[in-house]
């Protein structure tokens, strides 16, 4: 390792350890358009057989198969997620205490 690279930790979200705009909503994009991505590999689903379940174009499906999810809006992706038969919850609640920051998280 060089003597000038440096290591830091991450908080949890690389959009914010970057310093980019909008990092919450980049984060909660990328965690959405990954588990549409997963679910379409799992099915092992080819562009057009994806876009036609998602009621859309491959055109719109490409960039979403390629990790490239900062087109898309989040009710978009939601909308997805209900076409692959996939359930929404969003659980509010406080942060703790002293924390730094609010995050947003998506599991499957």
């Not at 997963?38 to 499906?61: N, P, V």
């Not at 979403?64 to 359930?87: A, C, D, T």
Request: aromatic share 12%; net charge negative; proline share 3%.
């Amino acid at each position: 390792m060089s003597d000038d690279m440096r290591i830091y930790k991450s908080c949890g979200n690389v959009y914010k350890d970057l310093g980019l705009p909008d990092a919450d909503e980049l984060f909660i994009k990328a965690q959405l358009g990954f588990e549409i991505f997963s679910i379409i590999e799992e099915r092992k689903w080819f562009l057009a057989q994806a876009a036609e379940m998602l009621g859309t174009d491959e055109a719109e499906i490409a960039p979403l198969m390629n990790g490239k999810f900062s087109g898309y809006n989040v009710e978009r992706l939601f909308s997805f997620l209900n076409r692959l038969n996939i359930s929404i919850d969003i659980y509010l609640k406080n942060a703790p205490q002293g924390a730094a920051y609010q995050q947003l998280h998506a599991a499957g």
